[in-house]
């Protein structure tokens, strides 16, 4: 999804709050975005009904919340670090 686009993928992590991720996380991330990139641009050239655009929208939101899950195990491991 970033590539050599760093200051999409700033964005991207300011968005979620992700910038404390260390660099084993940030690689799975840049792996997890891109696939789902990928599939929300096939998703986007098809031509869905209400009930597959609802089951896209719910998709979404499932990404977000595991975007804050991660952030929220992330500061739960730094601190069990200390």
């Known amino acids: 999804m970033f590539g050599s686009q760093d200051s999409k993928k700033e964005k991207y992590l ?3 709050h992700l910038e404390d991720l260390d660099e084993d996380d ?3 991330l840049d ?3 891109g696939e789902f ?3 929300s641009k096939a998703a ?5 009904n209400s009930t ?3 089951k896209v929208q719910h998709l979404s939101v499932l990404v977000k ?3 804050m899950i991660i952030k929220k195990l992330n500061e739960i491991s ?3 670090d200390k």
């Open 14 to 16: 300011k968005k979620y």
């Open 26 to 28: 940030l690689k799975v």
């Open 31 to 33: 792996e997890i975005s």
């Open 37 to 39: 990139l990928g599939l």
């Open 44 to 48: 986007g050239m098809l031509t869905m």
């Open 52 to 54: 597959e655009q609802a």
């Open 65 to 67: 919340q595991n975007w």
């Open 78 to 80: 730094n601190k069990l």
